[in-house]
Each structure stands twice: as structure tokens, then as C-alpha cells.
């Protein structure tokens, strides 16, 4: 399974703890760093427990910097599903994160294509990322770096593929809601990361998780890309290692 450092948890609430403990230990090894964060139904558990551990003074968010992964594009911050909204509900609101060093791609950007280069270059300026936390999708997406023919790059304004509108519109009213594009870190920023979590729950991963893992490192499923990246560690359930 190359060189990818995976750990089973016996199930959600083992996997979520397990992820808080890695990511409060980065930030305790390196306590000004840089942190990039994602969003979805996985890390949910994995933010509550962060915000446990903080409660207990096991760790201090007060010097960090944050990029998030991606946001939907276009959408205000004030909207309920942006991953502006969702970080701070689930996050950012409950600890002491300094808020004016906390970065998200702008949903609400006049020029999406300005917004995606001055991104990348916060990033580059920040002195790049130090640890990432990503989810998976079921089609093998990392941010909103879709399936394709070749890997992207740098930050960009991408189209939503219909399975990814499918997968996210349990969020939201209607499908017609779902924003059809998002502004993502490309596969060459997240390879720039130093370190990697990836977190894969659920029965619904299982058969995603066995081609990132055990197939070949194909654009097709742009998670294989990690299996090139030599410090990325996967925390799965027990049901989503099913087909493992
Ligand atoms: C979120 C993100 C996405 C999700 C993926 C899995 O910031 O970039 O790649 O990680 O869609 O989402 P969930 O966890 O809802 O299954």
C-alpha cells in the first residue's frame, strides 16, 4: 500500500478522536504554523473533538494560520452551507483562533480567476502549509479537484460534477441550490503540503477508499495522487476498510 501510513479506527466517533489528537499534536510540535482545513460530513466529529481537547488546555489555536481547502462558488458568507459559515459553526467560533489569520477562498469574489491566483499566493506567502486535513469524495475527489484527465494545478474556479451535486445537496433545500461551481486548492497545493490527514468514513467510501489506496495513481481517482506524497497518514473506519 505504498508508503501511506493507514490507520483502521473501530468506527466514527474512534476515527474523529484519532484525527483530533494528530492534528493537536502538529499544532502543538509547531505552534505558529500553518493548518489547512476541510469541510463536509467527515471532519464533523473530528472538530468537536478538536474543540474538546481545547477545552481541556491540550491545545492552543491562538498563533496558528488557517487556508481552507475550497468553497463553493458563488455563495455569500452568510449563507448557511458556505465553508465560511460551516468553519466557524464547527470550529473557528469555539476556540481561540486569531480570526483575522483564518483564510478561506472567497465565495463572494467579483473575479473567481483574481481570487484563485491571490489565494495561491497567500499560501506561497504564509511560507505553504504545514499540515492538511482532506476528506475523499465517492467519485475519488480531494477538495473540489474532480475525476479528469490530467491533475490540476494551482487554485482554480472548477465545475461540480453531477455526482458531487448529488452528494451535497442533502445540504441544502432543493438541488437547484447547489452552487455548480467552487473555488479549490489544486492537486500541485495539496502536494506542496508538508503533511497530510485524510480521513475516509462510512460503507459508502469503502469501494473509493480500496481504488485510492490499492489501485493505480490515476487522475481518474485524483486522491491516488497521495500514494507520491511521502507524509500522508489515513485514518478509515472500520466500514469504510471494508474492501481493504
Ligand atoms: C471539503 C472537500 C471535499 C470533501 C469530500 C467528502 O472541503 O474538499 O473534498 O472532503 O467531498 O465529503 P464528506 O465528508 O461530506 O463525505
Known sequence: MS?????????YEELSKKAAEYIASSIN??????????????PVGTYKALVDLYKEGKVDFSKITTFNLDEYY????SNENSYDYFMKENLFNHVNVDLSRINLPNGEAKDPALECVEYEKKIVEAGGIDMQLLGIGTNGHIGFNEPSDCFSSSTQLISLTQSTIEANKRYFESEEQVPKQAITMGIKTIMLVRKILILISG??????????LKGSITPKVP????????????????????EL
Open 74 to 77: 458563488p455563495i455569500l458568507k
Open 223 to 242: 486522491a491516488s495522487v497521495l500514494q507520491m506524497h511521502s507524509d500522508v497518514t489515513v485514518i478509515l473506519d472500520k466500514e469504510a476498510s471494508a
Open 29 to 42: 510540535a509547531v505552534p505558529n504554523g500553518v493548518y489547512g482545513f476541510a469541510t463536509g460530513g467527515t
Open 3 to 11: 508508503n501511506l501510513n493507514v490507520v483502521i479506527a473501530k468506527d
Open 203 to 212: 460503507s459508502s467510501k469503502a469501494k473509493i477508499a480500496k481504488e485510492f
